[in-house]
């Protein structure tokens, strides 16, 4: 028999509903202050103990709370997914017909895209062309903003990618749609959108970003770790957050995703050595 939600669960999934998403790190914040605020039993090593809790009461209404890895830092996210809904029709009591057709054309260019972006531009040609209903420049960039402001794009410099929300929610519904499309990461066997590309047509692995500069890290002379080719792109940096996120993160979380951090670009080559 599963064990009873306390107040302390009860509180942290009513935190992580109202954010949508949120880092690991303020997980581990808001489980301690959950369990400190309510008076329940706390061990910092058992916020997965913690959260299997709260999954057992969702599972009769197919929600769960399921942890994501981000594409941009590398970091661990919770979301809150709902599991009776595995398409765009989670999104259709937020946004117009016209909106969501929008966000599926996106998604189309993003997962058709060599870097897992797509250009504003690209996004705009779309709006002119929806079948429901077409939207004025004007109006797609505010829709655009909109799918920002609630976490399923993500957008630096006129460049959208799919946010980890969106991928933590919709990998299953991705997975059918564009299938052979979709590819995981070489290193940590998620799904991988924003990566890099092992150029050995006859390999062609992916490895996000964060990955990629962790694997590779200290090493001068990059080699596929598939086919053991020479690895052209630059190697991204590894983010000092990784490690360094403030252990005072705020218990209550405000918005799930903090300023992102900067990767090297993944569309620069480097000569091979002889």
Known sequence: MSRPMGDSHKRFLQTLMSNGIISSLQAKALHRH?????????SSDRLDEFIDVINAQLQPMFMHVR???SEEDGLQYYALVNMAETDITRMSSDYADNELELFRKTMDLIVDSENGTA?????????DSLQSKKLKKKETEHVLNKFVQDKWLSEKQGEYTLSTRCIIEMEQYMRTIYQDLIKMCYVCHNVAFQSQICENPHCGIKMHLPCVARYFKGRSDPHCPSCNDFWTHEIPEIQQSQGSQSQSSSAAPGPAHGPAPTPSTSSGRRSRRS
């Not at 959950?34 to 706390?42: S, V």
């Open 34 to 42: 959950c369990c400190e605020t309510h008076g329940a039993h706390y």
């Open 67 to 69: 942890k994501g890895m």
């Open 119 to 127: 250009s504003s531009t690209d996004i705009l040609n779309c709006a």
